[in-house]
């Protein structure tokens, strides 16, 4: 028998006792009127002692009592007793959490909806400059540097940003904000201090020896032109040799002109002014017309034909990509189609490389009677450059890796073509630094697609 069947019998047999008493004496009413009172009063006084053990917590053991009101004590301090439970294991949760996030390595501040700091780690105390007091106070009152205010109110935290330690400069900082929960973020700085280091000591090495390995060189290519003029050609062998070295080294000319390039590329600032797209593509046409006397004039808006022999000259252009490699003659057929008269701002030098490399990599890799098409158009909210041929293409799973440094896809060619496996390298830091984007389609035996993105915000007068 449940409890509150109980209770029920309890009152059914009290008010039969009065009812027999009440009929027997005739005072029903009055005893009736008792009874309700005396429970009413007995409820509220169990009311009562709940509301006073309720309030101080619970915690203690409830009151001696009993029938529903022992029930409900009972089930009152049972879910109180596992709330503490839990409560305490949530605690050392939290506790263990922020204890593994003091020891990290790397800095963590919680930021609030209006950049306000709401916890931060010691390694975060100690390069920032935090205090304790700083809880509260808004992030950019106190790391102040232009480029990180920049960073945290653009809203796209895709990169990260690198900074000085307000504390220390010699320490260098990737700050990285992932933003979580209902406007929550949580700023991360990792030291990159030796990453950086070992960076910089990469570029200035490679900077060194490309420039140290300029002078042998030249000293070399010219005591080889000597010999092969001084080649009466009566040893075969002989003349081969000097054929073989005269390859040699302009192949290792081009590698050092390649990687000064690239130095130059990730040290430099560059010029930033506007440049006639449509102009240097002719003029880089113009260039080869120049050399071989072969091109024909290029129309603003009409596709124009354009025989390139050879698609530029570096005696011209000090930043072109060497493409000295190509057989001597190329006879594919370009057409360069100007769509758009529209110009950009960027470094007239770096983009002349880039799109040099473009079109004397589709030249390259192209049959003889092929076409290269080079066009310039406008497309929704980017101005597109692209270079198609109708060469060997690249293998769906080599055209993520063709802009790393030194790749050259494995393809089985008719004929063997030269390269240093750095001018899509060149492309891409040109390109990364004019905020345009590489498109790269492909398949092999039919052709590929080089389209240069450059973003609308880029378009001059
Ligand atoms: P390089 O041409 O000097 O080898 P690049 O960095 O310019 O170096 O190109 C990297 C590789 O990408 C090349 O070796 C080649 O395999 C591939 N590639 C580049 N452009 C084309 C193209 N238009 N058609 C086919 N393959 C290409």
């Known amino acids: ?48 002692r709940f509301e006073r053990w309720i309030r101080t917590g619970g915690r203690a053991k409830y009151p001696k009592t009993s029938g529903v009101w022992e029930e409900i004590y009972y089930h009152v301090y049972r879910i109180k007793k596992n709330e503490k439970k839990r409560k305490k294991k949530l605690g050392k949760m939290v506790d263990q959490f922020r204890q593994s996030t003091e020891a990290l390595p790397d800095a963590a501040v919680v930021l609030g909806a209006n950049d306000e700091i709401e916890w931060a780690n ?32 653009s809203g796209n935290y895709s990169e990260p940003v690198i900074l000085p330690s307000p504390v220390n400069n010699r320490i260098t900082l990737a700050v990285r904000i992932i933003a979580y929960g209902a406007g ?90 506007c440049i006639n797209v449509p102009a240097l593509l002719s003029q880089i046409c113009k260039e080869a017309e120049t050399i071989h006397g ?15 022999p050879h698609p530029c000259s570096r005696a011209h252009a000090p930043y072109l990509h060497p493409v000295g490699n190509l057989p001597n003659r190329i006879e ?64 769906a799973a080599d055209i993520p890796r063709v802009t790393e440094r030194f790749y050259r896809s494995e393809v089985k060619r008719i004929k063997k073509v030269g390269g240093t496996g750095l001018g899509l390298a060149i492309v891409k830091h040109v390109l990364m630094r004019h905020d345009a984007k590489l498109n790269i389609t492909s398949e092999l035996g039919k052709g590929s697609r080089f389209s240069c993105h450059f973003p609308a915000k880029r378009v001059c007068h």
């Open 1 to 48: 028998m449940d409890v509150w069947q109980k209770e029920l019998i309890i009152g059914l047999l009290l008010f039969l006792a009065v009812s027999v008493v009440g009929g027997m004496t005739g005072l029903f009413m009055p005893l009736a009127l008792v009874l309700t009172l005396g429970m009413l009063m007995h409820q509220l006084y169990q009311i009562n």
């Open 122 to 153: 010691k390694a975060a105390r100690e390069v920032f400059g935090l205090q304790q007091s700083d809880k509260g106070q808004r992030i950019p009152n106190l790391i102040r540097f232009p480029e990180f205010i920049r960073y945290l109110k």
């Open 184 to 273: 929550l973020r949580l700023l991360l700085a990792q030291d990159v201090t030796q990453l950086k280091k070992m960076e910089r000591m990469r570029k200035d090495f490679v900077a060194n020896v490309s420039h140290e390995l300029r002078t042998p060189l030249t000293v070399l290519k010219g005591y080889l032109e000597t010999l092969q003029d001084m080649d009466d050609g009566e040893s075969p062998l002989l003349t081969t040799s000097f054929q073989q070295m005269q390859g040699q080294t302009e192949r290792m000319q081009h590698l050092v002109d390649d990687l000064l390039l690239l130095t130059r590329l990730e040290t430099q600032q560059k010029k930033t002014e």
């Open 294 to 308: 072969k091109a024909s004039a290029s129309s603003a808006t009409a596709p124009a034909l354009l025989y390139l």
């Open 332 to 395: 594919a057929r370009i057409e360069l189609s100007l769509e758009s008269d529209v110009n950009i701002m960027g470094d007239e030098q770096e983009l002349r490389s880039a799109f040099t490399n473009l079109l004397g990599n589709a030249l390259k890799y192209s049959p003889e009677d092929s076409v290269v098409k080079v066009r310039w158009y406008r497309s929704n909210d980017s101005i597109v450059l692209d270079v198609e041929d109708q060469g060997e293409g690249i293998a």
